[in-house]
């Protein structure tokens, strides 16, 4: 449905996340000299503009605190288009209402109750500096709600905490695209947004951000608007769906021989999720849509992950192990007899013809792409999950390194989940300390595993691929041992001798295969994915204790949680650029 109730027209899937267009402005002493219904008009033909450059069928709300003045100018305008409407208070509703006059007020609780969602800040008037404190805090969960932003500001510089100066300049710090509009009207709707420039230069200042007019809006909605999957990855997905569980199997074989851990008659079946169990209190509705659109694509981003993983490394695993093989078969052919040869003829082209198969297979389907894109697309979510009960949408997500399809697919969902509705109290702020508490536990125990089984695993390959270099070595030792002895010592004139031809195939093959584990230990990256995993671990624990110390605070806990998202986050990165120079390629 469109915002208005009608069904989406084709140009936007139906029942596609809106987008979140933020309001911050200036107060009616500010805007004195202003005509509200000529500002109104303003307003609400600026939020024409933004539509008109959507795609079709696109829907949006409007979050904002529902101040008098700019923002409840813009509530009416959004209201009016039919966009929903999400408020913020900086209070508790009841002490936030203190600050309007009687008109005022009632108009205060209309508005609230034509908001689909209202979120409490826990703020406080009893501190110093603690109004102002509240205002900003809601200007910044607002900035953490927001696709972009409409400013409704004169261009002055801050004249206090919280202000529409100060939230402009942190969301161009942010890279949010900012609408600005004159009170007055002196000047045209201005467009501040990094995107405009030609190339990535950084975090921008409200000095150096690129600027742009309203004729620039259907470029800036066209990276908003939730646009659908490329067409090559359903092919992809299809393909590595289907491939044969065969081609997985390499890589738990290589765990269990190596003393890593034992094989599982799960290593044959297709990861696929647990069953969750969802929110049954109608009150926790900001539950209720993280279990309905957030863990079913986390579990599916999850499985998919693991099994792109599966199928890579197995991929090489089997590559590296075939081409060994390959060279020793064709080195058997020196001593077997002459009768077997096409037997190890025919082993040695299904070897070659293995390698190839599972190469083309792995690049068609992307295994490596997928499992990058997945995996980041799992961590992320899994930190939304937390942070969305605070208002933290990672729109933009935590780091600027992220592919396409994972920031757009997260995207979505966050839009999805919205703003949270309720009162911000010491319960909640307990329930989001407990589950952030939880979080760390999970990830560090996982880390923990995941690095002292990689460990174990480039300790053995290396040892293993040591012995073999080792024994290939005693084998030439002996082999000029028995030269020397026959040239000096044993050798009589006009008698030849020849060393068995299987010292020659044990000489060449141990070599190759040798060569082959050092090949597996490099793709596969083990140590480095070791000590990444034991930095971590250290780094979460670290986090612990300090989420653990500190008593449950709005500020804090929200940090916190970024922080977390931002070591998580930052652990898939190294690991992606990592393992993105490692291809599925040929070895040699």
Same mark, same amino acid.
């Given at each position: *449905?469109?915002?208005?109730?009608?069904?989406?027209?084709?140009?936007?899937?139906?029942?596609?996340?809106?987008?979140?267009?933020?309001?911050?402005?200036?107060?009616?002493?500010?805007?004195? /000299?202003?005509?509200?219904?000529?500002?109104?008009?303003?307003?609400?033909?600026?939020?024409?503009?933004?539509? &008109?450059?959507?795609?079709?069928?696109?829907?949006?709300?409007?979050?904002?605190?529902?101040?008098?003045?700019?923002?409840?100018?813009? /509530?009416?305008?959004?209201?009016?288009?039919?966009?929903?409407?999400?408020?913020?208070?900086?209070?508790?509703?009841?002490?936030?209402?203190?600050?309007?006059?009687?008109?005022?007020?009632?108009?205060?609780?209309?508005?609230?109750?034509?908001?689909?969602?209202?979120?409490?800040?826990?703020?406080?008037?009893?501190?110093?500096?603690?109004?102002?404190?509240?205002?900003?805090?809601?200007?910044?969960?607002?900035?953490?709600?927001?696709?972009?932003? %409409?400013?409704?500001?004169?261009?002055?510089?801050?004249?206090?905490?919280?202000?529409?100066?100060?939230?402009?300049?942190?969301?161009?710090?942010?890279?949010?695209?900012?609408?600005?509009?004159?009170?007055?009207?002196?000047?045209?709707? =201005? =467009?501040?947004?990094?995107?405009?420039?030609?190339?990535?230069?950084?975090?921008?200042?409200?000095?150096?951000?690129?600027?742009?007019?309203?004729?620039?809006?259907?470029?800036? *909605?066209?990276?908003?608007?939730?646009?659908?999957?490329?067409?090559?990855?359903?092919?992809?997905?299809?393909?590595?769906?289907? &491939?044969?569980?065969?081609?997985?199997?390499?890589?738990?074989?290589?765990?269990?021989?190596?003393?890593?851990?034992?094989?599982?008659?799960?290593?044959?079946?297709?990861?696929?999720?647990?069953?969750?169990?969802?929110?049954?209190?109608?009150?926790?509705?900001?539950?209720?849509?993280?279990?309905?659109?957030?863990?079913?694509?986390?579990?599916?981003?999850?499985?998919?992950?693991?099994?792109?993983?599966?199928?890579?490394? @197995?991929?090489?695993?089997?590559?590296?192990?075939?081409?060994?093989?390959?060279?020793?078969?064709?080195? =058997?052919?020196?001593?077997?007899?002459?009768?077997?040869?096409?037997?190890?003829?025919?082993?040695?082209?299904?070897?070659?013809?293995?390698?190839?198969?599972?190469?083309?297979?792995?690049?068609?389907?992307?295994?490596?792409?997928?499992?990058?894109?997945?995996?980041?697309?799992?961590?992320?979510?899994?930190?939304?999950?937390?942070?969305?009960?605070?208002?933290?949408?990672?729109?933009?997500? %935590?780091? &600027?390194?992220?592919?396409?399809?994972?920031?757009?697919?997260?995207?979505?969902?966050?839009?999805?989940?919205?703003?949270?509705?309720?009162?911000?109290?010491?319960?909640?702020?307990?329930?989001?300390?407990?589950?952030?508490?939880?979080?760390?536990?999970?990830?560090?125990?996982?880390?923990?595993?995941?690095?002292?089984? *990689?460990?174990?695993?480039?300790?053995?390959?290396?040892?293993?691929?040591?012995?073999?270099?080792?024994?290939?070595?005693?084998?030439?030792?002996?082999?000029?041992?028995?030269?020397? %002895?026959?040239?000096?010592?044993?050798?009589?004139?006009? %008698?030849?001798?020849?060393?068995?031809?299987?010292?020659?195939?044990? @000489? &060449?093959?141990?070599?190759?295969?040798?060569?082959?584990?050092?090949?597996?230990?490099?793709?596969?990256?083990?140590?480095?994915?070791?000590?990444?995993?034991?930095?971590?671990?250290?780094?979460?624990?670290?986090?612990?204790?300090?989420?653990?110390?500190?008593?449950?605070?709005?500020?804090?806990?929200?940090?916190?949680?970024?922080?977390?998202?931002?070591?998580?986050?930052?652990?898939?990165?190294?690991?992606?650029?990592?393992?993105?120079?490692?291809?599925?390629?040929?070895?040699?």
């Amino acid at each position: *449905m469109s915002a208005g109730g009608q069904p989406a027209p084709a140009g936007v899937p139906a029942g596609a996340a809106p987008i979140a267009v933020g309001i911050t402005g200036h107060r009616p002493d500010r805007l004195l /000299a202003i005509d509200p219904a000529e500002l109104r008009d303003r307003l609400a033909a600026l939020l024409r503009a933004i539509e &008109a450059a959507a795609a079709p069928g696109s829907r949006f709300r409007l979050v904002g605190s529902l101040a008098e003045g700019a923002d409840m100018l813009a /509530a009416d305008a959004a209201l009016a288009a039919g966009w929903q409407l999400d408020t913020i208070l900086p209070f508790a509703r009841e002490d936030y209402a203190q600050d309007f006059d009687a008109a005022p007020a009632a108009e205060l609780r209309h508005r609230l109750d034509q908001s689909a969602n209202v979120l409490e800040l826990p703020g406080r008037r009893d501190e110093p500096g603690g109004e102002a404190a509240a205002y900003e805090r809601a200007g910044r969960v607002m900035l953490g709600q927001s696709d972009v932003l %409409v400013a409704i500001w004169d261009g002055d510089p801050p004249r206090g905490r919280g202000g529409a100066a100060q939230i402009v300049a942190e969301a161009v710090a942010q890279a949010i695209p900012v609408l600005v509009l004159r009170p007055d009207g002196s000047q045209p709707p =201005l =467009l501040l947004w990094s995107g405009l420039n030609d190339h990535e230069s950084g975090p921008e200042a409200l000095d150096t951000v690129a600027r742009g007019t309203a004729g620039d809006l259907p470029r800036l *909605m066209a990276r908003l608007d939730s646009i659908p999957a490329p067409a090559g990855a359903a092919p992809a997905r299809r393909a590595m769906r289907d &491939a044969p569980p065969l081609l997985a199997i390499a890589y738990p074989l290589l765990l269990a021989v190596t003393g890593v851990r034992r094989f599982r008659l799960a290593d044959l079946r297709r990861p696929c999720p647990a069953g969750r169990t969802a929110a049954t209190d109608p009150a926790k509705t900001l539950q209720t849509r993280i279990d309905e659109q957030l863990w079913p694509r986390f579990d599916a981003a999850d499985c998919e992950a693991s099994l792109a993983a599966q199928l890579f490394r @197995s991929a090489f695993v089997s590559s590296f192990a075939l081409a060994a093989l390959s060279v020793t078969l064709a080195l =058997l052919g020196l001593v077997v007899p002459t009768a077997v040869k096409p037997f190890l003829a025919a082993g040695e082209f299904l070897s070659i013809a293995l390698i190839l198969i599972i190469t083309h297979w792995g690049s068609r389907a992307n295994w490596h792409g997928r499992w990058l894109e997945q995996r980041t697309l799992a961590e992320e979510l899994r930190c939304l999950a937390v942070s969305a009960s605070l208002g933290d949408l990672f729109l933009r997500g %935590v780091r &600027a390194e992220e592919s396409a399809g994972a920031g757009r697919q997260r995207r979505d969902i966050a839009r999805r989940i919205a703003l949270p509705s309720g009162r911000i109290d010491a319960a909640y702020l307990g329930e989001a300390h407990d589950s952030l508490v939880a979080l760390l536990d999970d990830q560090i125990g996982y880390v923990e595993r995941e690095s002292g089984r *990689m460990h174990r695993l480039e300790h053995r390959l290396h040892r293993f691929g040591g012995l073999l270099f080792t024994i290939t070595a005693l084998v030439c030792v002996c082999v000029l041992g028995v030269e020397l %002895v026959w040239t000096f010592l044993l050798h009589e004139p006009g %008698v030849e001798h020849a060393l068995p031809l299987g010292v020659t195939v044990v @000489s &060449a093959s141990l070599p190759a295969i040798g060569a082959a584990v050092y090949g597996i230990r490099m793709q596969g990256d083990f140590a480095g994915a070791a000590e990444r995993n034991a930095a971590l671990a250290t780094q979460l624990t670290a986090l612990r204790r300090i989420a653990q110390d500190e008593p449950p605070e709005f500020d804090a806990l929200r940090r916190l949680i970024r922080r977390t998202a931002e070591m998580l986050t930052a652990d898939v990165s190294q690991w992606s650029r990592a393992t993105r120079a490692r291809p599925l390629s040929l070895p040699g």
